[in-house]
C-alpha cells in the first residue's frame, strides 16, 4: 500500500523520521530512497508499505504534484458548495418553479 507522509527528521544526520497518517516511522536512505532529491524536513513523500507496515520505499512528491491535488481539492469543495447553495434555492422556491421557464 501507498500512503503520504512527511519528512520530520532528515537521515543524513542519524535515523530519519517520517509523519504517516499521525504515526512515526523511522528510515534510513540505504534501499529504500527512490528520489534524486534529498530528504528534507517538511518534504511531502509517498511511501510505500508491505503488510506489516514496514517502509519498503519513499518517493519525494513534487510541488507541481501537490499543487495539482490541491485545485483538485478545491475544485471538489467549490462543487460541493454550488450543490448545496442550488439545493437550498431548490427548497426555497419549489423545483417545480424552478424548472419554469
Known sequence: MIKRGKVLR???TGPGLLMIEGRQY????????????PPT?????DVKLDHARQIIAITAV?????AEEQAERSVGTA????VKILRKIA???GMPNLLRR
Open 62 to 66: 513534487s510541488e507541481s504534484q501537490l
Open 41 to 45: 524536513p517538511g518534504l511531502a513523500v
Open 79 to 82: 462543487k460541493a458548495a454550488g
Open 26 to 37: 523511522w528510515f534510513c536512505l540505504e534501499g529504500v530512497w527512490k528520489s534524486q532529491m
Open 10 to 12: 532528515d537521515p543524513r
Open 91 to 93: 427548497d426555497k422556491c
